[in-house]
Structure formats: C-alpha cells, structure tokens
C-alpha cells in the first residue's frame, strides 16, 4: 500500500498491532517513553515482558523521538493509557499532518471531563480523522494470529474503511460502524463490568453470577449510551456485547484480574499493582458514575462498583444490595405497552 504507519505506545497491544501490520508489509514506527523498551524492541525484535516469543519483523522499528516516529507518516496508531492520551497528543500535535487518519485503540474516558478519546483527539489535533478500533482483542491472541474481529468506528466513513482495509488480515476481520459514541462507550464501560466480574470470581461465586453481571451489565451500558447520543444497537455489537464477554471471561483481562483480587480482600491499590498494568476499569467506573449521576441514568451495577472502589465498601455488602434492590420488570418498555 506505500503507507507509514506510527504507532504511539509499544505496550502489548501496540507491540500486537505494530507486527499485525508489519506483516502486511507496511513500514511501522512505534514510539515509547522507555529507553530500554527501546532498545529490546530494536535489538532484542521482541517485547520480552509484555508478549514473550512473539518475533517483531525488521519493518518495525521503536523510538523515543517522536518528531522522527511521525515523519512522512499517513497513518497515526495511538495506543497509550486514556488518562494519557491528552499529553500525548499535545506533544505529537507539532509533526501532524493535515488530513492525518489517527486510529484510537484506548479504551477509556478522560477523568475529569468524561471525554471519550476522539473528542480528546479532536480538540488536541482539529486538522486530523479520528477512527475508533474497538472489540474484543486481547494482544495475546491478535500476536498469535487468532482470529479476531473488531470494528473501526469514525463519523467519515471513507476514513472507516481505509482503516478497514488497512488493518484486515485473514486472522484479523474489521467491521466499519458511523456510531462512533457508542463503539468507543462500548469498548470504555465494558471494563467496569469485568471489574465487577473479576470482584465475583473473588468472592468464589459462580457461572451464574457473572451471567447475571454482564446481562445487566450490558443493560446498563446501553442505558447510558443513550444517554449520551449513541445507537443502543451497537452494544448488540462487536464493542458492545463482543468485548464484555472476552473481557468477563477471560485470564488476559487485566480489569478482571484486578476485580479477583479485590474480591479476595486485596486494597485497590494493591490489586492495581499486583496487576503491572494499567486497568482502565477503575478510573472509568469513576468517570461513568459521574456522568450516571448528571443525566440521571439509572446504573446499580456501576453505582455500586464505585462504592467499592472509592467509598470503602465491602464487596459481600454490595452483592446483597443489588440482589435486594426493588424488584422490577426486565423489559420495562414491554410491560408499559401491557399496561
């Protein structure tokens, strides 16, 4: 295709990323904050600590500079922290250039703002194209070639599908979507419930709790969604129902680790630590009771994360209240048309 690739942000999935695209035979730069990072992407070929054995091809190279990672570059990847992701931008603002596709792979919302991260992209960078990769995709199993689906979100749709086209490989299939609010929403909120799933596995409760968590979970997801201007539809989708169940679910989650940990007695901080990653669940379960609160949306479930991870309360206490809450009908618009 004759197009450079920057990736911003050589963690596990940027690292993923970098390589997917490599091997379509693309030029990636990837830049990092750490030297020795660095140092073992470019001599080692491999991030020992993030994705062992993976084998990075020659086409990708890793730097600190990031006037030299955005040179002549067509495509922006950003794949850093969301609490980061401003600061980031603002440094990479001066080597943009017009008309820039920058692809977010940042699953979060801005504490402080509730901003997702293209409205972040937009207001740092007003001559680019924000696009929304977002789904279920663990870098662990987008680095071993497991088939993979994700959707690209973007309000231009020929920005959607030259990322589509760009990405999609035989093991890594890409959706388009113009419901951007709700892809990046999905991808963002998804976390406080595998938070709460993790808080579950903790306390030694089963199948059926985490069925209940993510059913109501995805509920409330799409409550708030509405809220905020998106498609309930879409958390039908890959960002929406796709990633909360991978996330739920799986040993790679890093929000479900931390959540075990917490069910099991451990502090917030200590399961943020014992974790080595950042878990963007918990600033986000911060950031969506916030916003929950202001429109008046209704999200027991969140409400209650929030309680355990900011007022101090137990996590038993917390499962006790949601299964003695009022009871209700489970389609309450169904139950109005009855009436």
């Known amino acids: 295709m004759g197009k450079k690739i920057s990736v911003i942000g050589a963690g596990s999935w940027g690292t993923a ?27 080692k070929r491999e991030h020992i600590s993030k994705l062992p054995g993976l084998s990075i091809p020659e086409n990708v190279v890793c730097t600190m500079d990031l006037e030299k990672c955005l040179y002549d570059a067509d495509i922006m990847v950003t794949v850093v922290p969301s609490q980061n992701t401003r600061k980031v931008l603002k440094d990479t603002s ?51 070639d497991i088939p993979t689906t994700v959707v690209a979100a973007s309000d231009n749709i020929k920005a959607a599908k030259l990322v589509q086209d760009i990405f999609m490989t035989t093991k890594f299939r890409v959706y388009t979507n113009p419901d951007v609010i ?31 968590l993510m059913t109501r979970g995805i509920a409330e997801m799409s409550r708030l969604g509405r809220a905020m201007g998106a498609n309930p539809r879409t958390f039908s989708g890959l960002s929406g129902i796709g990633d909360l169940i991978v996330t739920c679910s799986s040993i790679h989650s890093r929000n479900r680790r931390a959540g075990i940990l917490i069910g099991q007695g451990k502090s917030l901080k200590e399961a943020a630590q014992e974790v080595k990653m950042v878990v963007e669940g918990i600033t986000t379960t911060k950031v969506a009771y916030e916003i929950a609160t202001e429109k008046a949306v209704v999200m027991p479930i969140t409400n209650e994360a929030y309680n355990v991870l900011f007022k101090g309360k137990k996590a038993q206490e917390a499962v006790s209240d949601l299964m003695t809450r009022n009871k209700k009908c489970e389609v309450e618009e169904l139950w109005d048309k009855l009436s």
């Open 182 to 212: 709700g892809v990046e929403l999905g991808g963002a909120l998804k976390n406080v419930i595998a938070l709460c799933a993790g808080i579950s596995d903790g306390l030694g409760f089963g199948d059926n709790t985490r069925a209940a």
């Open 17 to 43: 990323l970098a390589v997917l695209l490599a091997k379509t035979g693309l030029d990636v730069c990837m830049w990092s904050i750490f030297d020795d990072e660095v140092k073992m992407i470019n001599e």
């Open 94 to 144: 001066k080597y943009t250039k017009n008309g820039m596709i920058v692809v977010s792979c940042s699953k979060g919302l801005e504490d402080g703002t509730g901003f997702r991260m293209s409205q972040v992209i937009q207001q740092e960078l007003s001559n680019v194209t924000p696009v929304v990769l977002s789904g279920p995709s663990h870098a662990e199993e987008v680095a071993k």
